[in-house]
Protein backbone atom coordinates (compact mmCIF):
# COMPACT_ATOMS: atom_id res chain seq x y z
CA UNK A 1 0.00 0.00 0.00
CA UNK A 2 2.80 2.11 0.52
CA UNK A 3 3.90 1.81 -2.70
CA UNK A 4 0.26 3.08 -3.75
CA UNK A 5 1.36 6.40 -1.79
CA UNK A 6 -0.59 5.48 1.04
CA UNK A 7 0.41 6.39 4.60
CA UNK A 8 2.46 4.25 6.41
CA UNK A 9 -0.37 2.90 8.82
CA UNK A 10 1.01 0.40 11.73
CA UNK A 11 -0.65 -3.24 12.03
CA UNK A 12 -0.99 -4.48 15.23
CA UNK A 13 -1.94 -8.12 15.65
CA UNK A 14 -2.81 -9.94 18.85
CA UNK A 15 -0.29 -12.87 19.88
CA UNK A 16 -1.48 -15.73 21.60
CA UNK A 17 0.11 -18.23 24.43
CA UNK A 18 0.17 -20.87 21.76
CA UNK A 19 2.12 -19.01 19.15
CA UNK A 20 4.76 -17.81 21.93
CA UNK A 21 5.11 -21.76 22.75
CA UNK A 22 5.52 -23.21 19.55
CA UNK A 23 8.97 -21.61 19.87
CA UNK A 24 9.00 -20.07 15.79
CA UNK A 25 7.44 -16.78 16.00
CA UNK A 26 10.33 -14.69 15.64
CA UNK A 27 11.28 -16.88 12.47
CA UNK A 28 7.73 -16.76 11.28
CA UNK A 29 7.36 -13.09 12.19
CA UNK A 30 10.79 -11.93 10.29
CA UNK A 31 9.03 -14.60 7.44
CA UNK A 32 5.49 -12.81 6.89
CA UNK A 33 7.61 -9.25 7.25
CA UNK A 34 10.03 -10.45 4.05
CA UNK A 35 7.16 -12.39 2.28
CA UNK A 36 4.85 -8.57 2.64
CA UNK A 37 7.44 -6.41 2.44
CA UNK A 38 6.56 -4.70 5.56
CA UNK A 39 8.80 -3.16 7.58
CA UNK A 40 8.80 -4.12 11.02
CA UNK A 41 8.75 -0.67 12.04
CA UNK A 42 4.94 -0.91 11.01
CA UNK A 43 4.13 -4.39 12.87
CA UNK A 44 3.02 -4.26 16.45
CA UNK A 45 2.63 -7.36 18.38
CA UNK A 46 -0.19 -6.65 21.26
CA UNK A 47 0.31 -9.52 24.04
CA UNK A 48 -1.37 -10.07 27.30
CA UNK A 49 -0.41 -8.98 30.90
CA UNK A 50 -0.61 -12.90 32.07
CA UNK A 51 1.38 -14.43 29.01
CA UNK A 52 4.11 -12.07 30.14
CA UNK A 53 4.63 -13.95 33.76
CA UNK A 54 6.29 -16.65 31.54
CA UNK A 55 9.58 -16.04 31.22
CA UNK A 56 10.84 -18.59 29.60
CA UNK A 57 7.93 -18.05 26.96
CA UNK A 58 8.25 -14.99 26.14
CA UNK A 59 11.67 -13.39 27.04
CA UNK A 60 13.95 -14.77 23.98
CA UNK A 61 10.91 -14.26 21.42
CA UNK A 62 10.71 -10.23 22.66
CA UNK A 63 14.22 -9.98 22.41
CA UNK A 64 13.86 -10.81 19.03
CA UNK A 65 11.27 -9.12 18.08
CA UNK A 66 13.16 -6.29 19.09
CA UNK A 67 16.08 -7.35 17.14
CA UNK A 68 13.72 -7.31 14.14
CA UNK A 69 12.29 -3.79 15.31
CA UNK A 70 8.55 -5.12 16.08
CA UNK A 71 6.54 -2.70 18.29
CA UNK A 72 5.48 -4.42 21.61
CA UNK A 73 2.15 -3.20 22.74
CA UNK A 74 0.90 -4.87 26.60
CA UNK A 75 -3.22 -5.64 25.71
CA UNK A 76 -5.72 -5.13 28.49
CA UNK A 77 -3.32 -3.10 30.95
CA UNK A 78 -4.32 -3.18 34.42
CA UNK A 79 -6.35 -6.40 34.07
CA UNK A 80 -4.10 -9.17 34.08
CA UNK A 81 -1.92 -10.69 36.84
CA UNK A 82 0.22 -6.85 37.02
CA UNK A 83 3.63 -7.53 37.58
CA UNK A 84 5.64 -3.86 36.98
CA UNK A 85 8.92 -5.73 36.98
CA UNK A 86 8.21 -7.10 33.71
CA UNK A 87 7.94 -3.31 32.44
CA UNK A 88 11.58 -3.25 32.97
CA UNK A 89 12.71 -6.41 32.01
CA UNK A 90 10.97 -6.95 28.56
CA UNK A 91 11.04 -4.39 25.29
CA UNK A 92 7.72 -3.27 25.71
CA UNK A 93 6.92 -0.27 24.03
CA UNK A 94 2.93 0.57 24.66
CA UNK A 95 0.39 -0.18 27.45
CA UNK A 96 -2.91 -0.47 26.23
CA UNK A 97 -5.27 0.58 28.72
CA UNK A 98 -8.21 -2.13 29.43
CA UNK A 99 -11.62 -0.80 28.54
CA UNK A 100 -13.10 -1.25 32.25
CA UNK A 101 -11.40 1.78 32.82
CA UNK A 102 -11.65 4.14 29.84
CA UNK A 103 -15.65 3.25 29.67
CA UNK A 104 -16.49 5.92 32.92
CA UNK A 105 -13.23 8.27 33.05
CA UNK A 106 -15.92 10.99 32.60
CA UNK A 107 -18.08 9.82 36.22
CA UNK A 108 -16.04 7.30 37.53
CA UNK A 109 -12.95 8.83 39.99
CA UNK A 110 -11.50 5.39 40.70
CA UNK A 111 -11.47 4.70 36.52
CA UNK A 112 -9.73 7.84 36.30
CA UNK A 113 -7.48 7.99 39.04
CA UNK A 114 -6.46 4.24 37.62
CA UNK A 115 -6.18 5.42 34.02
CA UNK A 116 -3.66 8.66 35.09
CA UNK A 117 -1.22 6.46 36.90
CA UNK A 118 -1.09 4.24 34.09
CA UNK A 119 -0.48 6.88 31.55
CA UNK A 120 1.71 8.63 34.25
CA UNK A 121 3.78 5.33 34.33
CA UNK A 122 4.02 4.90 31.27
CA UNK A 123 5.54 8.31 30.66
CA UNK A 124 8.06 7.86 33.15
CA UNK A 125 9.09 4.83 31.39
CA UNK A 126 9.00 6.40 28.29
CA UNK A 127 5.89 4.35 26.81
CA UNK A 128 3.15 5.35 25.10
CA UNK A 129 -0.45 4.20 27.17
CA UNK A 130 -3.39 3.85 24.30
CA UNK A 131 -7.03 3.97 25.62
CA UNK A 132 -8.29 0.57 24.32
CA UNK A 133 -12.11 1.08 23.44
CA UNK A 134 -12.75 4.35 23.54
CA UNK A 135 -16.36 5.21 22.33
CA UNK A 136 -15.95 8.91 21.89
CA UNK A 137 -17.63 10.26 25.31
CA UNK A 138 -15.51 13.99 24.89
CA UNK A 139 -16.03 14.90 28.48
CA UNK A 140 -14.29 11.81 29.50
CA UNK A 141 -10.96 12.36 26.98
CA UNK A 142 -11.16 15.76 28.34
CA UNK A 143 -11.23 14.54 32.43
CA UNK A 144 -8.36 11.94 30.87
CA UNK A 145 -6.34 14.39 29.09
CA UNK A 146 -6.38 17.84 32.17
CA UNK A 147 -5.38 15.01 34.45
CA UNK A 148 -2.70 13.66 33.04
CA UNK A 149 -0.92 16.85 31.80
CA UNK A 150 2.70 16.71 30.37
CA UNK A 151 1.78 13.01 29.34
CA UNK A 152 1.48 10.96 26.21
CA UNK A 153 -1.22 8.76 25.62
CA UNK A 154 -2.94 8.16 22.51
CA UNK A 155 -6.73 8.28 22.36
CA UNK A 156 -8.69 7.68 18.80
CA UNK A 157 -10.77 9.80 17.00
CA UNK A 158 -14.49 9.57 18.23
CA UNK A 159 -16.53 8.34 15.64
CA UNK A 160 -18.59 11.74 15.11
CA UNK A 161 -15.09 13.24 13.99
CA UNK A 162 -13.46 10.74 11.70
CA UNK A 163 -13.07 10.91 8.28
CA UNK A 164 -11.83 8.35 5.35
CA UNK A 165 -8.05 8.27 6.85
CA UNK A 166 -7.30 6.41 9.66
CA UNK A 167 -6.28 8.91 12.90
CA UNK A 168 -6.08 9.36 16.67
CA UNK A 169 -5.49 12.04 18.83
CA UNK A 170 -2.86 12.62 20.88
CA UNK A 171 -2.57 14.21 24.36
CA UNK A 172 0.93 16.02 25.19
Not at 16 to 37: I, N, P, W
Request: glycine share 6%; aromatic share 6%; net charge positive.
Amino acid sequence: MQDAGFAALPISVNVSAVQFRRGDLVAEVKRVLDETGLESRYLELELTESLLMDKEVVGEALTGMRALGVKITIDDFGTGYSSLSYLKRYPIDKLKIDRSFIDDLGTDADDRAIAVAIINLAKTLKLTALAEGWSGRSSSISCARRAATNSRAIWPVPRSRRRSSARSHVAE
